[in-house]
């Protein structure tokens, strides 16, 4: 794999500062910026805040088939035994599945949606590959959190990400209420870079995909984040989206309520922004986490 300068210093034995990004947050400029499905308010929003979210994007009857796909899911226990299914800590209930455009055919042609592929390439600038796919579950009254950090920390340190040319698509499969754990952002976050103190475990993927104790922002840098941003939790019905920078910060709390939350999610990366030697020195992550056999560019499908 290629070497490059670590410009993102992070997982270090002493608390480093945060500092402000060096990379563009839209990456098409001139014309181009406003070429796309996107307006120029929109792509100014996305620009600030780290994210736009869009209540209903695809339509009920799209989203019936996809919404089967998942409950199917829930029920295969050959599924469950899957290197890339990972249970909730202690239970026999999913918390995410990997690598779900590999696994249905049906969501691999949702990656390549025109509608979807257009914004992303509006905003990254150019073509793009798919790095990493996967659904999260949050089961009623069992479905635990996630806790705050940036992707691109972890993208960056444990698959060798080398720049913030990347954003999530997450589209709502089940409706994301007030109760039952949406996501949540920090609005602005994705401005600053939020080096990580604790050096990376080798395979530490096995742990950090129930509970993350690696990788997690300090609390005084939260603090001053949310102080500045506030926190917003997009919410909407099956269909609704979020599309978010790499480097914003996000996470979710506990579900209580008897309400499950299902949101899947597919992470776009540029295709000049191709994966080097994971910068926390260790082996790469399996494949299912991080695409290092195909970085050809996706072409528009309908789903």
């Known amino acids: 794999m290629k070497e490059t300068q670590d410009l993102f210093p992070t997982r270090l034995e ?16 001139g014309a181009q910026r406003t070429n796309g499905p996107l307006s120029e308010d929109e792509v100014n929003e996305f620009e600030r805040k780290g994210f736009l979210s869009f209540e209903g994007f695809f339509d009920k009857t799209e989203m019936e088939a ?19 299914t990972i249970l909730e800590p202690g239970r026999q209930e999913i918390r995410s599945i990997f690598g779900i455009h590999e696994i249905s055919e049906r969501f691999s042609r949702l990656t390549r949606d025109p509608r979807l592929l257009a914004m992303v390439q509006q905003l990254l600038g150019g073509d793009v590959y798919i790095h990493q796919s996967r659904i999260n579950y949050k089961p009623g009254f069992k479905g635990k959190g996630f806790d705050w950090h940036s992707d691109f920390e972890t993208w960056h340190s444990e698959d060798g990400m080398p720049r913030m040319r990347s954003l999530s698509c997450s589209i709502i499969l089940t409706e994301n209420g007030e109760f039952n754990g949406p996501l949540m952002l920090i609005p602005g976050s994705h401005n600053y870079f939020v080096p990580c103190v604790g050096r990376t475990p080798e395979n530490n993927y096995k742990e950090s995909l129930k509970s993350q104790d690696v990788g997690v922002p300090d609390n005084s840098s939260l603090r001053q984040l949310m102080l500045e941003g506030d926190i917003e939790a997009p919410k ?5 989206l979020v599309m978010f920078e790499c480097n914003t910060m996000h996470g979710s709390n506990i579900n209580m309520s008897c309400w499950p939350r299902s949101n899947l999610f597919f992470v776009y990366n540029s295709v000049e922004n191709t994966l080097h030697d994971p910068y926390c020195g260790n082996r790469p992550r399996p494949e299912f986490l991080a695409n290092r056999s195909d970085w050809g560019p996706l072409k528009p499908e309908d789903s």
């Open 14 to 29: 002493r608390k480093l500062g945060m500092f402000e990004r060096i990379d563009p947050v839209v990456h098409s400029e």
């Open 66 to 84: 996809f919404i089967q796909e998942l409950r199917d899911y829930e029920d295969d226990e050959d599924l469950k035994l899957s290197e890339g």
């Open 236 to 240: 909407g019905p099956a269909g609704s």
